[in-house]
């Protein structure tokens, strides 16, 4: 069984950093490309970070956080990173992780990144 499980979101002021995590389990991680996602108050849920299962590991970003975000993972421990960085209000979101898998998707419970002074 699938199971995507975030941490590491919460307060932080307009300018600093934060890391979210997702612990993945119940499919072979490194073969798979892994999505972060992020859902605003009153916004759809958007893409906002790819990271690719090929031996030669793309990472694609929104422009919206391109420059500022950084996608990782580390297969041994099936775990997403996404270290965010310069972070703005507008950064201000429910945090997810996001697999699909046998043509059936998967999502985290997601995390809150609460960007304020």
């Known amino acids: 069984q699938v199971q995507l499980v975030e941490s590491g979101g919460g307060l932080v002021q307009p300018g600093g950093s934060l890391k979210l995590s997702c612990a993945a389990s119940g499919f072979p991680f490194s073969l798979y490309t892994v999505k972060w996602y992020r859902q605003a108050p009153g916004k759809e849920r958007e893409w906002i970070a790819s990271?690719?299962?090929?031996?030669?590991?793309?990472?694609y970003y929104a422009d919206s956080v391109k420059g500022r975000f950084t996608i990782s993972k580390d297969n041994a421990k099936s775990t997403l990173y996404l270290q965010m960085s310069n972070l703005k209000p507008e950064d201000t979101a429910v945090y997810y992780c996001?697999?699909?898998?046998?043509?059936?998707?998967?999502w985290g419970q997601g995390t809150q990144v609460t960007v304020s002074t």
């Open positions: 990271i690719s299962n090929v031996s030669s590991i793309q990472m």
């Open positions: 996001y697999v699909i898998r046998g043509g059936d998707d998967y």
